[in-house]
């Protein structure tokens, strides 16, 4: 016998179909396990995506609640703000008008409110902040006085005006001592307190 007719050749055809299933089997569950576990992990991932998105909307939200809250607060403030700024400028305003003084107008009777005109060419001629600028010599000068003030009986009074007092008065040598302005055009507005301290028109507004 020879050797050859030893050697058989090997078939796929002879393999038996149920081995050639199982192995075909294993395979796929094999792959079929794989992807469960990544369909698993996909699935963990997407929950924990999840909640970090709820808690991310949550902090937001919180945040946008604390900012609509600081708003409101900035708001409310200011708004009281100007309230009080509102109630000072008028309480201030209505200290100067409701100052009474212990002088009563010469020209309807009453007791001067507010603000007082003194004559500075009369020896003693008040009028209030309604008769002012008539039943009076347009020629004369007047004080204007927020507040009661003791004025020396030894005050010298002013001429009397031989002419009516317009913008082209020039008071000479005299200097507004609050804008520095070198010589007072027209009205010339003098401290009853102090003894020499002048103001022009545009100051005294």
């Not at 075909?24 to 992990?41: H, M, P």
């Not at 945040?63 to 309230?83: C, G, P, V």
């Not at 204007?144 to 020396?152: A, E, L, M, Q, S």
Request: proline share 2%; charged share 25%.
């Amino acid at each position: 016998m020879n050797c050859s007719d030893e050697v058989k050749a090997y078939n796929c055809s002879e393999v038996k179909p149920e081995h050639r299933e199982n192995k075909e089997t294993v395979i796929l569950k094999s792959q079929i396990t794989q992807l469960q576990t990544a369909n698993s992990n996909a699935k963990l991932e997407i929950e924990t995506l999840k909640s970090e998105n709820s808690s991310l909307r949550k902090e937001c939200n919180n945040k946008s609640s604390t900012i609509s809250s600081l708003r409101e607060q900035i708001a409310n403030l200011l708004h009281e703000n100007k309230k009080l700024s509102q109630a000072t400028s008028s309480n201030k305003h209505n200290s100067e008008y409701n100052t009474w003084h212990d002088v009563n107008c010469d020209s309807c009777g009453l007791q001067i409110k507010g603000y007082r005109y003194k004559c500075g060419n009369c020896a003693n001629f008040d009028l209030c902040d309604t008769c002012i600028g008539s039943n009076h010599n347009s020629d004369h000068v007047f004080f204007k006085i927020k507040y009661p003030v003791n004025i020396d009986p030894r005050i010298i009074l002013l001429p009397r005006f031989t002419f009516a007092l317009t913008e082209t008065c020039v008071h000479t040598e005299i200097t507004c001592d609050i804008c520095g302005k070198l010589q007072i055009c027209g009205i010339r507005y003098k401290c009853g307190h102090c003894q020499d301290f002048d103001i022009c028109g545009q100051c005294e507004l």
